[in-house]
């Protein structure tokens, strides 16, 4: 009887590890094939070599961009160096990207930012909130933009037990946000594990100065996140599912699932169209190929756009899709009055007009 036990469990446990094997290599697979989509209008923005992994336009046209994204596993041009923030005038013919200043009193060199978020005030005060990673840890940083000055003043750090493995964020009023875990554990062998055996541990969390709790969880890897124009929905991109989820926002800041949208390839940030409510995702086709990078085969390039979010039918068409010969490992798309911004998670940039 034992040794029917102990095979009985050897048994159930390689098929186990064979079933996640193969969901594994499915997830991370690289022999699909990329079929060109890129507007006739499109050029590489001098000057962001080094990553831009997010990327946040205001209604007023400047774009925020964070560059130099030192993140376990993924590439970097630049280690050595901190990471920044950009601006662009998308207003402007030729728009250019300029690094921004940032104010003394904070340690610049620890800077190492991953999602982005701005927010308006009342008086018209721009606040600009980054994920940032100092020493591979999670913080949240929020800066005031000084327009005319072309700078950022560091105005705090948050810290707390629920803000690990930090992805992205989405504000949505004073010291109040939406962020997204995107591994349980922190240790990168640990995280490859937490990969390869699809927990789904990561969640969403509410922050404010008040409350901070956990509003959804259950996801393979929580990335990209952004919110409706009405307000009253929140997306959320699940990269290891290949999914978004469309989420319903609360009084008590609690989102329950409405729906989840499958899309086939490893989804990254979101952003919505201004004009249309759209869902515009930057994704990534041919995943291994970041993990495994060889400049001889570069990882492709690929933005989604995801129209009627909420009906039984979203349309979903390509706007951007590249094998990498132009742009490597695609992670977010941003668009204003035609002109859309592409970023990557360690290579360039690229702007477009539609």
């Given at each position: 009887?034992?040794?029917?036990?102990?095979?009985?469990?050897?048994?159930?446990?390689?098929?186990?590890?064979?079933?996640?094997?193969?969901?594994?290599?499915?997830?991370?697979?690289?022999?699909?094939?990329?079929?060109?989509?890129?507007?006739?209008?499109?050029?590489?923005?001098?000057?962001?070599?080094?990553?831009?992994?997010?990327?946040?336009?205001?209604?007023?046209?400047?774009?925020?961009?964070?560059?130099?994204?030192?993140?376990?596993?993924?590439?970097?041009?630049?280690?050595?160096?901190?990471?920044?923030?950009?601006?662009?005038?998308?207003?402007?013919?030729?728009?250019?990207?300029?690094?921004?200043?940032?104010?003394?009193?904070?340690?610049?060199?620890?800077?190492?930012?991953?999602?982005?978020?701005?927010?308006?005030?009342?008086?018209?005060?721009?606040?600009?909130?980054?994920?940032?990673?100092?020493?591979?840890?999670?913080?949240?940083?929020?800066?005031?933009?000084?327009?005319?000055?072309?700078?950022?003043?560091?105005?705090?750090?948050?810290?707390?037990?629920?803000?690990?493995?930090?992805n992205d964020i989405v504000v949505l009023g004073p010291d109040q946000f939406y962020a997204t875990r995107d591994h349980y554990f922190t240790?990168?062998?640990?995280?490859?594990?937490?990969?390869?055996?699809?927990?789904?541990?990561?969640?969403?969390?509410?922050?404010?100065?008040?409350?901070?709790?956990?509003?959804?969880?259950?996801?393979?890897?929580?990335?990209?996140?952004?919110?409706?124009?009405?307000?009253?929905?929140?997306?959320?991109?699940?990269?290891?599912?290949?999914n978004i989820h469309v989420l319903k926002k609360h009084d008590n800041w609690n989102l329950t699932q409405e729906k989840v949208i499958q899309l086939g390839t490893l989804v990254d940030n979101l952003t919505v169209d201004p004009a249309t409510?759209?869902?515009?995702?930057?994704?990534?086709?041919?995943?291994?190929?970041?993990?495994?990078?060889?400049?001889?085969?570069?990882?492709?390039?690929?933005?989604?756009?995801?129209?009627?979010?909420?009906?039984?039918?979203?349309?979903?068409?390509?706007?951007?899709?590249?094998?990498?010969?132009?742009?490597?490992?695609?992670?977010?798309?941003?668009?204003?009055?035609?002109?859309?911004?592409?970023?990557?998670?360690?290579?360039?940039?690229?702007?477009?007009?539609?």
């Amino acid at each position: 009887m034992g040794k029917l036990v102990v095979l009985t469990l050897l048994g159930a446990s390689l098929a186990l590890i064979g079933e996640r094997l193969l969901t594994f290599r499915e997830r991370f697979s690289s022999t699909r094939e990329i079929e060109s989509t890129e507007p006739q209008h499109c050029h590489l923005i001098e000057g962001l070599e080094n990553g831009s992994e997010d990327i946040d336009i205001l209604p007023s046209g400047l774009a925020f961009i964070s560059t130099g994204l030192k993140y376990p596993g993924m590439p970097n041009f630049a280690p050595d160096k901190p990471g920044r923030i950009f601006l662009m005038d998308l207003n402007e013919q030729n728009p250019k990207a300029q690094a921004l200043k940032i104010s003394d009193g904070f340690d610049k060199e620890s800077l190492n930012p991953h999602g982005i978020s701005t927010f308006v005030d009342k008086d018209n005060t721009v606040y600009l909130y980054v994920v940032n990673h100092p020493h591979m840890d999670s913080t949240v940083e929020i800066f005031k933009f000084e327009e005319q000055q072309h700078s950022l003043i560091h105005l705090k750090t948050i810290t707390h037990e629920l803000l690990k493995s930090v992805n992205d964020i989405v504000v949505l009023g004073p010291d109040q946000f939406y962020a997204t875990r995107d591994h349980y554990f922190t240790s990168y062998f640990l995280v490859l594990l937490e990969m390869f055996m699809d927990f789904q541990w990561t969640y969403v969390l509410f922050y404010s100065p008040q409350e901070v709790k956990v509003v959804a969880q259950g996801f393979s890897s929580a990335n990209g996140i952004t919110i409706s124009l009405d307000q009253k929905y929140v997306y959320v991109a699940d990269v290891m599912a290949k999914n978004i989820h469309v989420l319903k926002k609360h009084d008590n800041w609690n989102l329950t699932q409405e729906k989840v949208i499958q899309l086939g390839t490893l989804v990254d940030n979101l952003t919505v169209d201004p004009a249309t409510g759209d869902i515009l995702a930057g994704c990534h086709p041919n995943p291994s190929k970041i993990l495994v990078y060889n400049p001889e085969d570069p990882p492709g390039s690929e933005v989604l756009r995801i129209q009627d979010t909420l009906s039984d039918k979203p349309r979903v068409s390509t706007l951007y899709a590249n094998n990498g010969s132009v742009l490597q490992g695609s992670s977010v798309a941003s668009v204003y009055h035609g002109k859309m911004l592409i970023g990557t998670v360690f290579h360039k940039a690229l702007y477009c007009e539609l």
